[in-house]
């Protein structure tokens, strides 16, 4: 896991919109546990080939709230508290919402034109745009694009190779090489749809780009008057 080497100060529970994202995951993780079919509410996840039909276009909004599982919440949780009281603090509650909101769907879409071009049946009349996905993975990573743009010489902790020890290295860094990593593996995705794992990489693809994108356009309005704003 990843760690803030440094306290910028900025207090976590200031930032209303990050409380109100984080404890709408866990609330909504709980109610998926409480599926009493077991199927962890899977109705309201995102399927590409019901969106193409015109079909449930709000599991664009509530795919992003769900989880597959403990560790999955936990993961995405964890990255989401260590980068989102910043971004929030940086670009203000009504404009970090909207970044956050639409990063997610614009990964869902992308991940749902990347099926298009995977058309390879999983089993007979089930191809890759027929398997829901779900998570806040997109979100998140539209979030790691602002921290690129805005923070890219804050400092992370991160476990060494051997798990023994921490290094310190640059935010930009570490985000610039997890982002190239996942677009590798989004790469390898369309020639092998089983060679990268069942995770929708074009989804975080698809998030980070915006969020970069909308970062940007706030830092060349804004200049770099967001790093004076008092914590």
Known sequence: MVFEAESDKIPFFKQYFSVIILAANIIVFIWQLS?????MHIEYAFVPAEFFAGQKLWTLLTSMFMHGDIVHIIMNMWFFIIITDNCEHA????????????SGICGSLLHAVSTLIIPIEIIPGIT??????LGASGAIFGLMGVYLILYPKNKFYLPSAT??????VSAGYFILTYFIAELTYAMVSLLDPFGAGSTAHFAHVGGFIFGAIAAGIFKGVKGTSYQKKKP
């Open 35 to 39: 599926d009493p079919a077991g199927q």
């Open 91 to 102: 670009m203000g509650h009504v404009y970090y919402l909207i970044v956050y909101l639409i």
């Open 128 to 133: 890759f745009a027929d398997i829901p996905s």
């Open 163 to 168: 798990g023994t020890s921490m290094r310190k």
